[in-house]
């Protein structure tokens, strides 16, 4: 393996951290949609996201991609794999994001909302000024997991041609028949990279546990 | 549309022999990292001893591993080094050897959680070994770890689908050969996904009552 082979990985994981990233931040405001809509039984819609947030949490994500790789370019709609990655990933995070913002939503208490309401609040105020800030503080370990989880599972994007880490490593493997060092290059870049976001969890839930005790 | 879901249908033996394959591999590879998970854990509890530190950092490593690298490296990767397996063997393999990881974790920090003095409570009742472990350690353990346990099953299932790529004989890969074979991705995918979201019912069905059984016992 050369190190023009070590540079290709390491490009690939560029191409990794830039779906991540891609994926997460379509995920978490889709994902808080979701909840929102849950959580404030919007008629007709509530039933609808519920199913869907279930359907999409069981299913694995290689499914999931093929699903859509080869089923949108089916009804007429033309995807790349880079989209459809960004696309599988998106609706794969955004429904584990749903439920963790929704649980978060349910645990907030009551009172709050009436007294925001009694000191003449609109409910949009109300959203951003008393409920947000509170329940990303609450949920913020739990969404930083997920980003680990989503980090976890972006290998499977390589399978529809995406040219992450994975896909070099596999590539470099079968052109000097030695596939084990590039795997390895892959899981050393792969491993302290969620070992780091698994850290700051480790850091938050620790800080808040702290000054919750402290309070 | 309803015509692609025909043709799937012709093909439900395919993917009804893709389904069992999905099964058998989850509830072993299940039910071995259960049974190595707790075995480990055993070793892990022991918090001030060399060994537990040595199981915490491998455990942790495997933690930060995509199941699908772990999973090439050990079809493609082990080969180089003299150890060879068929696609069942690296799949099965993989998700036990990655999945007890995760077991242990579990296992041990329910173990952790545990209130010290029901066992001791035990102890001066006469409990010792074995029917102490069943009749005082166990019901608390289960019924604590139960639903963390069940999502790790459905996440067992989930990282089977990963296998498709080592051309093992399962769901994705059964949906797969239908749509490769007559072109009708979304019918037969969409078909997948949802014996996927069965499997995962059943799993939390099985999870709520065993939950409720171990409530009715307290």
């Given at each position: 393996?050369?190190?023009?082979?070590?540079?290709?990985?390491?490009?690939?994981?560029?191409?990794?951290?830039?779906?991540?990233?891609?994926?997460?931040?379509?995920?978490?405001?889709?994902?808080?949609?979701?909840?929102?809509?849950?959580?404030?039984?919007?008629?007709?819609?509530?039933?609808?996201?519920?199913?869907?947030?279930?359907?999409?949490?069981a299913?694995?994500?290689?499914?999931?991609?093929?699903?859509?790789?080869?089923?949108?370019?089916?009804?007429?709609?033309?995807?790349?794999?880079?989209?459809?990655?960004?696309?599988?990933?998106?609706?794969?995070?955004?429904?584990?994001?749903?439920?963790?913002?929704?649980?978060?939503?349910?645990?907030?208490?009551?009172?709050?909302?009436?007294?925001?309401?009694?000191?003449?609040?609109?409910?949009?105020?109300?959203?951003?000024?008393?409920?947000?800030?509170?329940?990303?503080?609450?949920?913020?370990?739990?969404?930083?997991?997920?980003?680990?989880?989503?980090?976890?599972?972006?290998?499977?994007?390589?399978?529809?041609?995406?040219?992450?880490?994975?896909?070099?490593?596999?590539?470099?493997?079968?052109?000097?028949?030695?596939?084990?060092?590039?795997?390895?290059?892959?899981?050393?870049?792969?491993?302290?990279?969620?070992?780091?976001?698994?850290?700051?969890?480790?850091?938050?839930?620790?800080?808040?546990?702290?000054?919750?005790?402290?309070? | 549309?309803?015509?692609?879901?025909?043709?799937?249908?012709?093909?439900?033996?395919?993917?009804?022999?893709?389904?069992?394959?999905?099964?058998?591999?989850?509830?072993?590879?299940?039910?071995?990292?259960?049974?190595?998970?707790?075995?480990?854990?055993?070793?892990?509890?022991?918090?001030?001893?060399?060994?537990?530190?040595?199981?915490?950092?491998?455990?942790?490593?495997?933690?930060?591993?995509?199941?699908?690298?772990?999973?090439?490296?050990?079809?493609?990767?082990?080969?180089?080094?003299?150890?060879?397996?068929?696609?069942?063997?690296?799949?099965?393999?993989?998700?036990?050897?990655?999945?007890?990881?995760?077991?242990?974790?579990?296992?041990?920090?329910?173990?952790?959680?545990?209130?010290?003095?029901?066992?001791?409570?035990?102890?001066?009742?006469?409990?010792?070994?074995?029917?102490?472990?069943?009749?005082?350690?166990?019901?608390?353990?289960?019924?604590?770890?139960?639903?963390?346990?069940g999502n790790q099953i459905i996440q067992i299932v989930k990282?089977?689908?990963?296998?498709?790529?080592?051309?093992?004989?399962?769901?994705?890969?059964?949906?797969?050969?239908?749509?490769?074979?007559?072109?009708?991705?979304?019918?037969?995918?969409?078909?997948?996904?949802?014996?996927?979201?069965?499997?995962c019912?059943?799993v939390?069905?099985?999870?709520?009552?065993?939950?409720?059984?171990?409530?009715?016992?307290?």
């Amino acid at each position: 393996m050369s190190y023009s082979d070590v540079l290709s990985i390491f490009s690939g994981a560029l191409t990794t951290l830039l779906l991540s990233l891609a994926g997460i931040a379509l995920g978490l405001p889709i994902g808080l949609g979701m909840a929102l809509i849950r959580w404030g039984r919007v008629p007709a819609v509530t039933r609808f996201v519920a199913v869907y947030v279930s359907l999409l949490r069981a299913s694995p994500l290689v499914t999931l991609l093929l699903l859509l790789f080869y089923g949108l370019p089916d009804l007429g709609i033309e995807i790349g794999p880079i989209s459809a990655g960004v696309l599988a990933l998106t609706m794969n995070t955004s429904a584990f994001y749903c439920e963790i913002w929704r649980s978060a939503l349910v645990a907030f208490p009551r009172e709050q909302l009436e007294a925001a309401r009694a000191v003449g609040m609109r409910r949009s105020m109300c959203f951003r000024r008393i409920v947000l800030p509170q329940i990303a503080r609450t949920s913020l370990p739990a969404l930083v997991n997920e980003m680990s989880q989503l980090i976890k599972v972006t290998p499977v994007l390589a399978i529809v041609g995406v040219v992450d880490i994975t896909r070099a490593a596999v590539r470099i493997g079968a052109d000097t028949y030695q596939p084990l060092p590039p795997f390895c290059v892959a899981l050393a870049i792969y491993i302290p990279i969620i070992f780091a976001l698994v850290s700051v969890q480790r850091w938050i839930e620790r800080r808040q546990a702290r000054l919750e005790a402290s309070a | 549309m309803i015509h692609d879901f025909g043709i799937v249908w012709l093909h439900v033996d395919l993917l009804v022999s893709g389904l069992a394959n999905t099964v058998i591999l989850s509830v072993s590879a299940a039910l071995s990292a259960l049974l190595i998970g707790a075995l480990v854990s055993t070793v892990l509890v022991r918090r001030a001893h060399v060994a537990g530190h040595i199981v915490r950092c491998l455990i942790d490593v495997a933690r930060c591993t995509p199941f699908l690298l772990f999973a090439y490296l050990i079809y493609y990767g082990l080969p180089s080094l003299g150890v060879r397996f068929d696609n069942w063997g690296a799949g099965m393999v993989a998700l036990i050897v990655y999945h007890s990881a995760y077991m242990a974790e579990i296992l041990g920090a329910a173990w952790l959680a545990l209130p010290r003095d029901t066992i001791e409570a035990g102890h001066a009742f006469g409990y010792s070994g074995l029917r102490l472990f069943r009749r005082i350690v166990m019901p608390p353990l289960a019924l604590n770890a139960a639903p963390i346990i069940g999502n790790q099953i459905i996440q067992i299932v989930k990282d089977s689908a990963f296998l498709t790529i080592i051309a093992l004989p399962e769901l994705t890969n059964a949906a797969s050969a239908i749509q490769s074979q007559y072109f009708v991705p979304f019918a037969a995918f969409i078909t997948a996904m949802l014996l996927y979201w069965a499997l995962c019912l059943v799993v939390e069905a099985g999870v709520s009552v065993l939950g409720r059984m171990a409530d009715a016992r307290r």
